[in-house]
């Protein structure tokens, strides 16, 4: 006998990158950010109080809320901060598809939708991308809920912003971009978000500020959505901790960009060296580069970067099978990985 809900029995559960206990490893495989975050972070972390760790953090994240509001332009009902971004797109499946609903995503993108999905025991309707992973919506698309994720993983790119605007325009739906990586990228969405009804942007301070290990995210949108949200949300879902170090952070915007500025920076060298190789790059707008190695098999690179201590990311799968997704890591740690990868596919690699 079975007391699971037959949804779970039957989910296939979301696989997070792996976290190796590999000594001296050179960790490019969850899109962490290699620089450490704002100094405000560590003050902000020395300065909690036992009475803050007694009482319950505030429920509506006020403060943080309010700075948010101030670096986007809209005002503080506009802003919902969750436990991580992960957070956000779930609370999204439970506030916007209705039983029997229907949840879209791009085919391939990030692996966690079609998971949410299946949780929410609604359909899934995925789009598959054009030649090159390129933007491709069949004109009468309809769902409930749309996850767009720009720019996309694991590829890296951004969608055309003029192709983004226009599937909102005309979408029945909710519009949930995901802009996870956008402050490696030239551009973004956020005016989307403040002038259409049916659009949140959903962020994070995973990659940019180096808080991958606090797990705090938000969305910017329309009140009616943003009010949706706070309906359904845990009572106290942000603790006092996370409050206090994000408000550090966000408060710090100057070492973000120089962080960025620095990934960027490796990312183009890192690609350039890699075309200069043989091998195929995707252009990138985040902080990772989705390439096909040359003359060798995906799986078979993964592994000998991985018996030198090297561990990248290798998603099985007719789509996605044949490239690797390579996080952007320090200087020293990206001429390792080049180092490593002319043995891997030499066929030298260390056994």
């Given at each position: 006998?079975?007391?699971?809900r037959?949804?779970v029995?039957?989910l296939?559960?979301?696989v ?11 960790k ?5 950010n290699?620089y450490p975050?704002s ?5 902000a ?5 036992t ?13 943080l ?9 809209v ?5 919902f ?9 779930a609370l999204c499946t439970?506030?916007?598809v209705?039983?029997?609903?229907t949840?879209?995503?791009f085919d ?9 999905a299946?949780i929410?025991?609604s359909?899934?309707?995925?789009v ?9 919506m069949p004109?009468?698309y ?5 996850f767009?994720a ?11 912003d ?12 909710v519009v949930?971009i995901d ?7 030239d551009?973004?969405?956020m005016a ?6 049916n ?12 808080l991958a290990?606090l797990?705090l995210?938000y ?7 943003i009010?949706?949200l ?7 879902n942000v603790?006092a901790?996370?409050?206090?170090v ?5 408060t710090d ?9 620095r990934?960027k920076?490796?990312r183009e ?6 075309l200069?190789?043989g091998?195929?790059v995707?252009?990138s707008?985040a902080?990772f580069l989705?390439?096909?190695?040359a003359?060798?098999e995906a ?5 000998g970067?991985?018996?030198?201590g090297?561990?990248v990311?290798?998603?099985p799968?007719p789509k996605?099978g044949?490239?690797l997704?390579i996080?952007?890591?320090?200087e020293i740690e990206m001429?390792r990985?080049?180092d ?5 596919v030499?066929g030298k690699?260390?056994?």
């Amino acid at each position: 006998m079975s007391y699971l809900r037959k949804a779970v029995e039957r989910l296939a559960a979301y696989v997070p990158g792996e976290q190796p206990r590999i000594p001296n490893i050179v960790k490019l495989n969850t899109n962490e950010n290699p620089y450490p975050p704002s100094p405000r972070v560590l003050e902000a972390i020395q300065a909690v109080t036992t009475d803050e760790l007694r009482r319950y953090p505030d429920p509506n994240c006020t403060a943080l809320c309010q700075k948010l509001a101030e670096l986007h332009g809209v005002r503080e009902h506009c802003v919902f901060v969750g436990n991580g971004s992960d957070e956000v797109l779930a609370l999204c499946t439970r506030a916007f598809v209705e039983h029997g609903g229907t949840i879209g995503y791009f085919d391939t993108t990030y692996s966690l939708y079609p998971v949410l999905a299946d949780i929410q025991e609604s359909a899934r309707l995925p789009v598959e991308l054009g030649p090159e992973f390129a933007w491709c919506m069949p004109a009468n698309y309809r769902a409930s809920l749309f996850f767009l994720a720009n720019p996309n993983a694991p590829t890296g790119m951004r969608f055309p912003d003029e192709e983004v605007a226009e599937f909102c325009a005309r979408f029945s739906g909710v519009v949930v971009i995901d802009e996870a990586y956008v402050d490696f990228a030239d551009a973004d969405c956020m005016a989307l978000a403040r002038t259409r009804e049916n659009v949140l942007v959903a962020r994070t301070l995973s990659k940019s500020y180096s808080l991958a290990g606090l797990r705090l995210g938000y969305a910017v949108g329309a009140p009616v959505l943003i009010d949706a949200l706070y309906k359904i949300k845990d009572s106290y879902n942000v603790s006092a901790f996370s409050q206090r170090v994000g408000l550090a952070a966000v408060t710090d915007i100057e070492t973000m960009r120089a962080n960025t500025a620095r990934v960027k920076a490796t990312r183009e060298r890192v690609r350039a060296a890699l075309l200069t190789q043989g091998h195929r790059v995707w252009p990138s707008q985040a902080n990772f580069l989705w390439m096909q190695p040359a003359g060798n098999e995906a799986k078979e690179v993964f592994e000998g970067l991985r018996r030198q201590g090297i561990v990248v990311r290798h998603f099985p799968g007719p789509k996605t099978g044949m490239c690797l997704r390579i996080t952007v890591g320090t200087e020293i740690e990206m001429d390792r990985f080049l180092d490593g990868l002319r043995i891997a596919v030499g066929g030298k690699a260390m056994a």
